[in-house]
């Protein structure tokens, strides 16, 4: 296939020479080198104390109780607080990173949520708790919607789907720290002192990505093309240079030309069917995440383990999430993105069902690894790697943000959802309804889910919409 190119005119009005490379050629041809490895640290140590932060909730939730700052209900509210604020954060996130670029954005967003949860720390009561929560929860919904789609942006077809996988390696090891860190503080230095450890750390990542370069797709698009080609000369001297060979030659990528798409188009055809995938994508993962794993450890509690106890054994259940990321980065880039999320959902039901009807806590604790796990690599293959590859450049950060915004929308619901349920059934009755989506994530992205592997991003879309 020829690569098809486009007039870009910059601010000043002066076109881009007509034979000029485009982005996505450039950077698609490029071997993996210290660049993509230096990218994926500045993108996931961000999302790494993201994810720190979202999941000591889970640990802090049955302290506050115990301590007699909050019920059931209270903790609750916390929960859905932090789903509305990750809700706002998503939705935002994806128009300002189109428009004002992918990296303001993240700067943005981290300098929000780590000053926010340092804040947090110093909380008089549960209602400031609650607030500062929601606060700190909107640059968390945005670090997660920019970092997956902008990784997808640098590295070349053939290996973007390992990449993501990299990045979720770092974030989910956030959920193995946050229990393993909260074992080990909340019940001798107490609750304040994670979100102290989340926001500091969320601050030092923020002052060293200050010198992480901005997206030439997004440039080239809105303009900037000089700036663009200043930036692809810069990571294709480093490549070189660190290689020792020529580069290899330009690779075929067909594009899209620039201001072709409105929002509105992700809500008709063509577009259309990307964003069904996208919004089942993530309301699956995040009803996952809010209505089963963050709640573990009360779930655990209520089955009479102390909060020491039910930390510790959610640890061990937790490691099936790093199992699950790393199967993922193996497998990922060896098969259709659309056949692995229906094989992974099929047997994260059957786990499911299996983790209910489990005898005792050993079996519990085996099957929840195994499921965790499944769940996992279900999240690799479609929530951070297909989902970002479904939209066009131009709408991707709009595209992946409003699937986002409908995941985080049912994560609000989420946690007032699974305490109406846990009153009628029981842990079983959870299971069963996450069993029920996962089921109709299957049979949606089986039908409708479209091929995705090893095609460059806008040449992509183009050639299976």
Known sequence: MKSETFQIVDGTGTPAPPDRPTAAQRLDRLPTASFHRRMAMMIGLGLFFDGFDLY???GIMPALAASGWADIHAN???ASAGALGALIGAFFAG????????????QFNLGLFGSMSVAAA???NMEWLIALRFLMSIGLGAEIVVGYATISEFVPPATRGRWSAVLLFVATASLLASNLVGYLVIPTFGWRWMFVIAGAGGL????????????????????RWREADAILDRIEAEVSTQTGKPLPPLANARVVAASTFTTRDLFRAPILRSTVIGVTLNVVALSALYGFIIWLPTFLVKQGLAVQASLGHTALISTGSLAGVFLAGLLIDRWSRKHWIVLASVI??????AYANAGSLEATTAVGIALIASLYLGTTMGWTTYVPELFPTELRLRGAGISSVAGRAVAIVAPQAVAQLYAINGVNAVVYSLIGLLVAQAVIVGLFGIQTNRRSLDMQFVGNH
């Open 122 to 124: 110093f909380a008089p």
């Open 56 to 58: 000591m909730a889970s």
């Open 76 to 78: 609750a509210l916390f």
């Open 204 to 223: 030092v990542v923020w002052a060293m990505r200050k010198s992480m370069p901005e997206s030439p797709r997004w440039l080239e698009l809105v303009g």
């Open 95 to 106: 128009w300002l990173g189109d428009r004002r670029g992918r990296k303001f954005t993240f």
């Open 348 to 353: 994260s039901a059957v786990l499911g069902y």
